[in-house]
């Protein structure tokens, strides 16, 4: 069975600082997609990063980056020099090797202080 | 470009009734799949739907029903509702094909209340 654990339910940062979330699946395919979504008090989930399972790269886009170790299964989220703006409901999924079947993990909160 | 629109934005129904989510897709789209995000919780996988076939489904019962239609939006449908059904029902487009593969573009959601 595919499943998402993200086990931070909450984080509270002060402005600038830097935070990891972190994100952990299990899953039989040998193939597949790692996701990270953004949802904003808006309620509306941003994609933020793709990541196909044979891709083990690290991925840095402006303040954030995200680090994929496969021999942890684990897809982790660093935001680099938080602001007011990135407070939001963040969420790891899985996917099929088709980019289908979506399992996403319960989210993670994060609260950046001004 | 036209994002993903869902309508109604918030709906009360009671216990037994029936309800229809719609769903429009991003232009030139040709995938719709629907959520359920209870409160405090990440989303779920109901279904999917592609070029009006359905080609994925997650754990919810039959009384969960969808439709994708010629120009790509989409209906979801909950009969005899459970108080359980209560939730924010999104809705996302994606393009099956391409470099974009599995990249959901989402609504902001229809928040049903079953009393």
């Known amino acids: 069975a595919q499943k998402v654990t993200q086990a931070q339910t909450e984080i509270s940062v002060v402005e600038k600082e830097d935070v990891t979330l972190d994100c952990v699946y299990e899953?039989?395919?040998?193939?597949?997609?790692l996701f990270w979504y953004k949802q904003p008090p808006s309620g509306e989930l941003v994609f933020l990063i793709r990541?196909?399972?044979?891709?083990?790269q690290n991925e840095i886009s402006g303040r954030y980056s995200w680090n994929f170790q496969k021999s942890t299964s684990s897809f982790n989220f660093t935001i680099t020099a938080s602001q007011v703006v990135d407070s939001a409901v963040y969420f790891c999924a899985l996917s099929d090797p088709y980019g289908q079947n979506f399992v996403f993990g319960p989210g993670t909160r994060l609260s950046v202080l001004p | 470009e036209t994002g993903v629109t869902q309508s109604p934005t918030h709906l009360i129904k009671t216990r037994g009734q029936q309800v229809t989510l719609r769903c429009s897709s991003q232009?030139?789209?040709?995938?719709v799949s629907w959520y359920q995000q209870a409160l405090g919780q990440g989303p779920q996988f109901i279904f999917q739907?592609?070029?009006?076939?359905?080609?994925g489904r997650g754990n919810f019962p039959p009384r969960f029903s969808g439709l994708q239609f010629p120009n790509y939006s989409s209906e979801l449908n909950v009969n005899a509702l459970e108080l359980d059904d209560s939730a924010l029902y999104l809705c996302?487009?994606?393009?099956?094909?391409?470099?974009?593969?599995?990249?959901?573009?989402f609504g902001e959601g229809s928040r049903l209340t079953v009393l």
């Open positions: 990541r196909n399972s044979f891709d083990e």
């Open positions: 996302a487009s994606s393009d099956s094909t391409g470099l974009r593969i599995g990249e959901l573009f």
């Open positions: 739907y592609y070029r009006e076939e359905e080609n």
């Open positions: 899953t039989r395919d040998t193939t597949y997609y």
């Open positions: 232009s030139g789209h040709n995938t």
